[in-house]
């Protein structure tokens, strides 16, 4: 059976039954978490041995997500202790000081061309050192037209496993599994 790697945010890290991860019908490390930011994903791929798995899926993720080594909004939380910086959830834990403060900065500091612009130099690299059997995705809005954005299945179809429903899960799912098959005859050649 094919390897297959998975990297990246809350949208790709739930394993459960019914998640899009689960369906792909491969051996699957999962090496996502939830509400880091695209800087910890590079952090993961650069952990990899290529080598080692025959396909790849990176879920990119919000270009709004500050890095942040340790988040002490999450310290006592191990499953979101590694979680950067998203101004709704900051501002939903007001009014904690440090919550307070980087809202401010949200609010009168970050802007949001920049971030827009920062985030596509990082995706825009990460895709340059995958191997070609590499799915790049995302479930953002963004303006990068090198990923593929199921932005619009996450709309109609919210939910709580990896931000989705059921049918939203087995139509990503569905389109996974079909480009999966696509790269299965490109060949791992990076390490």
Same mark, same amino acid.
């Given at each position: ?6 990297? &990246?945010d809350?949208?790709?890290?739930n394993? /459960? ?5 689960s369906?792909?019908? @491969?051996?699957?490390t999962? +090496?996502? !978490? ?6 910890k994903? @590079? ?8 080598? #080692?798995?025959?396909l790849?899926v %990176?879920?990119?993720t919000? =270009?709004?997500r500050i @890095?942040?080594?340790?988040? =002490?909004?999450?310290? #006592?939380?191990?499953? @979101?202790?590694?979680? #950067? +910086?998203?101004y709704?959830d900051?501002?939903?834990?007001? =009014?904690? /000081? ?10 009168? %500091?970050?802007d949001?061309?920049?971030?827009e612009?920062? $985030? ?5 690299y990460i895709? !340059?050192?995958? =191997?070609?059997?590499t799915i ?6 963004t ?9 619009e299945?996450?709309k109609?179809?919210p &939910? !709580?496993?990896? $931000?989705?429903?059921m049918? &939203?899960?087995?139509e ?9 098959? !696509? ?5 791992t050649?990076? #390490?």
């Amino acid at each position: 059976m094919k390897k297959l790697l998975i990297i &990246g945010d809350s949208f790709s890290e739930n394993m /459960c039954n019914h998640s899009w991860v689960s369906q792909l019908g @491969y051996s699957i490390t999962n +090496l996502s !978490d939830c509400g880091i930011g695209e800087y910890k994903i @590079y952090q993961k791929i650069n952990s990899i041995k290529f080598s #080692d798995f025959s396909l790849f899926v %990176v879920s990119h993720t919000s =270009p709004n997500r500050i @890095y942040i080594e340790n988040n =002490p909004l999450y310290k #006592d939380n191990p499953r @979101y202790q590694n979680c #950067d +910086l998203l101004y709704a959830d900051v501002k939903s834990k007001e =009014p904690n /000081c440090f919550a307070s403060k980087i809202s401010w900065w949200y609010e009168n %500091v970050f802007d949001i061309d920049h971030a827009e612009f920062m $985030h596509n130099l990082l995706v825009n690299y990460i895709i !340059d050192i995958m =191997p070609q059997s590499t799915i790049h995705l995302t479930f953002f809005n963004t303006h990068n037209s090198k990923l593929i954005n199921y932005n619009e299945i996450w709309k109609k179809n919210p &939910g !709580d496993i990896n $931000h989705l429903n059921m049918q &939203g899960n087995i139509e990503v799912a569905n389109r996974v599994k079909k480009i999966l098959r !696509d790269r299965e005859q490109i060949p791992t050649l990076k #390490d």
